[in-house]
T-cell receptor
Framework: DGGITQSPKYLFRKEGQNVTLSCEQN?????MYWYRQDPGQGLRLIYY???????QKGDIAEGYSVSREKKESFPLTVTSAQKNPTAFYLC?????????????FGPGTRLLVL | GQNIDQPTEMTATEGAIVQINCTYQ??????LFWYQQHAGEAPTFLSY????GLEEKGRFSSFLSRSKGYSYLLLKELQMKDSASYLC??????????FGAGTTVTVRA
């Protein structure tokens, strides 16, 4: 089955620690996205990548980093510079064919700070 | 910046109809999306409007007026499983969506 997977489902971060969230898709989509969701707020874009080996900052990139070495994979690292990392993190991908070009989301990773 | 407004919460009875409004003021417009999100889960794509008018998909319909910066999602014959958050999102440019904060719909028996 084609889809987007994220792991882990829950992640705990200690003070000063970097953590990496995984996102994999087998939909053959070129574009991939990372969003952060906080209660009472809309999804906010962290980083996006429209093609392999290229990515751009979104609206709230500070304290985060990404890589896009393979089409299928777009991992997100939450660095120690991110002072308020507790949130629900959603990865999405988007194909380039079809009129709608909707973004499709993975199941999410909930990050909690110890 | 982008401004997308939708009500925070709505409550309706099983079998009834609910209309969720979304108004937007954005720097660009290339389509409007509605997503459904159950608590703790991923948003799932419901509908897409890029031209004015009504799009119908089973029990769900979505309407767009570009001149008014306005859309609504209509949920008919409400079922308990429709209790969820509904997200309005505007495609500002080809690669970027801006999201509203979401409307939590509670369906009561």
């Amino acid at each position: 089955d084609g889809g987007i997977t994220q792991s882990p489902k829950y992640l705990f971060r200690k003070e000063g620690q970097n953590v990496t969230l995984s996102c994999e898709q087998n939909l053959n989509h070129d574009a991939m996205y990372w969003y952060r969701q906080d209660p009472g707020q809309g999804l906010r874009l962290i980083y996006y990548s429209q093609i392999v080996n290229d990515f751009q900052k979104g609206d709230i990139a500070e304290g985060y980093s990404v890589s896009r070495e393979k089409k299928e994979s777009f991992p997100l690292t939450v660095t120690s510079a991110q002072k308020n990392p507790t949130a629900f993190y959603l990865c999405a991908s988007k194909g380039s064919s079809g009129a709608t070009k909707a973004q499709y989301f993975g199941p999410g990773t909930r990050l909690l700070v110890l | 910046g982008q401004n997308i407004d939708q009500p925070t919460e709505m409550t309706a009875t099983e079998g009834a109809i609910v209309q969720i409004n979304c108004t937007y003021q954005t720097s660009g417009f290339n389509g409007l999306f509605w997503y459904q999100q159950h608590a703790g889960e991923a948003p799932t794509f419901l509908s897409y409007n890029v031209l004015d008018g009504l799009e119908e998909k089973g029990r769900f319909s979505s309407f767009l007026s570009r001149s008014k910066g306005y859309s609504y999602l209509l949920l008919k014959e409400l079922q308990m499983k429709d209790s969820a958050s509904y997200l309005c999102a505007v495609r500002v440019v080809d690669y970027k969506l801006s999201f509203g904060a979401g409307t939590t719909v509670t369906v009561r028996a």
